[in-house]
């Protein structure tokens, strides 16, 4: 699942510089690791066996920063549009292929002010991507 929301993240034209990752952010500024392991729950399970859940990762941004104020306003600008583009994305229903046993509903991206980390010269934004998804059981019902 990990790959297709990478696959679904290249889409987006905000991060068309980015050097992206699974489990690994570049020391270089415009880096970006998403977790290869989400949280997960289901939060209905139907009387055939299918499933609906929220798979959560962990998504890391490596951004240039220092002194130069405008340079960090660029930062908090381009995690505003990020997250604009995400839900833009998901009210349009343009939502991360899952292959045939799961289906995206939805997609939400937060950002948290409180989970960034300052170095010399970049700084580390951490935020949370939340999939919803229908998943059909292991018996090989189909979803649609």
């Given at each position: 699942m990990?790959?297709d929301?990478l696959d679904?993240?290249?889409?987006?034209?905000?991060l068309?510089?980015?050097n992206?990752n699974?489990?690994f952010l570049?020391?270089?500024?415009?880096?970006l690791s998403?977790?290869?392991?989400p949280?997960?729950?289901i939060?209905?399970k139907?009387t055939?066996?299918d499933?609906?859940e929220k798979?959560?990762?962990?998504?890391?941004?490596?951004?240039?920063?220092?002194?130069?104020?405008?340079?960090?306003?660029?930062?908090?600008?381009?995690a505003e549009?990020?997250?604009k583009?995400?839900l833009?994305?998901?009210?349009?229903?343009?939502?991360?292929d899952m292959?045939?046993d799961?289906?995206?509903?939805n997609?939400?991206?937060?950002?948290?002010?409180?989970?960034v980390?300052y170095?010399?010269d970049?700084?580390v934004y951490?935020?949370?991507l939340a999939?919803?998804?229908?998943?059909?059981n292991e018996k090989?019902?189909?979803?649609?």
């Amino acid at each position: 699942m990990v790959t297709d929301i990478l696959d679904y993240l290249k889409n987006c034209p905000i991060l068309s510089d980015f050097n992206m990752n699974v489990d690994f952010l570049g020391k270089n500024p415009h880096s970006l690791s998403i977790s290869g392991r989400p949280s997960t729950s289901i939060l209905k399970k139907y009387t055939d066996g299918d499933t609906l859940e929220k798979s959560v990762y962990k998504l890391r941004l490596r951004l240039p920063f220092g002194i130069d104020v405008s340079k960090n306003t660029e930062n908090s600008v381009l995690a505003e549009n990020l997250q604009k583009w995400v839900l833009e994305q998901s009210a349009k229903g343009i939502l991360p292929d899952m292959g045939e046993d799961k289906v995206a509903i939805n997609i939400e991206l937060n950002f948290s002010r409180d989970n960034v980390s300052y170095f010399s010269d970049t700084a580390v934004y951490g935020a949370e991507l939340a999939l919803t998804f229908y998943k059909a059981n292991e018996k090989g019902s189909k979803l649609c």
